[in-house]
């Protein structure tokens, strides 16, 4: 009877035991993969015909952590997309999403800790239909800035006006000047004078309005990018003023220096640069392909 009592008490307690399931693994691609459709998809979503700063995959999380320039694996202090996230620029502070709390920042620095791993196969291949819908009332009214920030942000969209004033002005200049270097002229040609001045009164401000424009959010999909055009457009400016005034100086003297001849060369090599990486933020590097 002793066998038979011990099978009884196993069969007991392997029945009585209760079996508990198993958590589910925490996966980080998941997690921060619904903090980007929440803030994030609404201005980023690849739905979007015009998604911001031409950066619309915010969901593909494998091609977010394949940009060098946003991400870089196991490293969030050198990853620019949590830079942004930390200094509280993304979202920009006029975003109809909301700021990031605390924990969803946490998630998404963990997610670049872990590598920047995908969403697992079970997460959601979609977006929620109405992202309004999952933002409380109370969030959207208290992103509304104030009138000071929404002014400043307005302007800052002048700058895709204003730019071409200085670019073809100072292409205008060069022009003048390569002629009387052909025609083997040293008297300061006026023209030149007059575009150089003109370019350079237009180049300051378009170099502020572009760092207002930035504010925005523009160009957040390529902020390497974004950096060297910002700092280039602003070097640019600043050179074109000094050439200017390097050009008033060969005036009053009556004669062109080979100096001003260099600061107006290198001063088109700028301006030409930092209009081509402007043009890339924009329209993208495939904008000519035929």
């Known amino acids: 009877m002793n066998w038979k009592m011990s099978a009884a008490v196993v069969l007991v307690m392997i029945v009585g035991v209760p079996v508990t399931a198993a958590e589910p693994v925490q996966h980080s691609g998941d997690d921060v993969r619904a903090v980007f459709a929440v803030k994030c998809a609404g201005c980023h979503g690849a739905d979007l015909a015009k998604p911001k700063g031409r950066f619309g995959y915010v969901l593909d999380l494998r091609r977010v952590a394949g940009n060098p320039e946003m991400v870089i694996p196991s490293r969030p202090t050198e ?6 996230v930390q200094r509280d620029e993304m979202p920009p502070a006029d975003s109809p999403y909301g700021p990031l709390t605390p924990e969803q920042k946490d998630v998404v620095r963990a997610w670049i800790a872990d590598g920047a791993p995908d969403a697992s196969s079970t997460a959601p291949d979609t977006m929620p239909a109405t992202l309004s819908e ?14 000071a920030e929404r002014l400043f942000r307005w302007v800052g969209k002048f700058h895709l006006l204003l730019l071409h004033f200085p670019i073809a002005l100072v292409l205008v200049a060069a022009f003048g000047e390569a ?3 052909w025609q083997r002229n040293p008297i300061p040609s006026e023209a030149v004078r007059y575009c150089l001045w003109l370019g350079a009164m237009a180049a300051i401000p378009t170099a502020i309005l572009g760092w207002l424009f930035a504010t925005a959010g523009n160009g957040a999909g390529s902020p390497q ?13 600043v050179w074109l003023v000094v050439t200017a005034v390097g050009a008033q100086r060969d005036a009053y003297f009556g004669t062109r220096s080979l100096g001003v001849r ?3 060369a290198f001063g088109v090599l700028l301006t030409m640069l930092t209009a081509h990486l402007g043009g890339l933020l924009d329209r993208g590097a495939d904008f000519f392909d035929f």
Not at 79 to 84: F, I, P
Not at 136 to 145: D, G, N, S
């Open 225 to 237: 990018l974004l950096m060297a055009h910002r700092w280039l457009g602003t070097t640019a400016a």
């Open 262 to 264: 260099f600061l107006l």
């Open 134 to 147: 999952s933002i409380p009332p109370i969030i959207l009214e208290r992103t509304h800035l104030p009138s």
């Open 179 to 181: 002629r009387a270097i």
């Open 79 to 84: 990853s620019e997309l949590w830079v942004l």
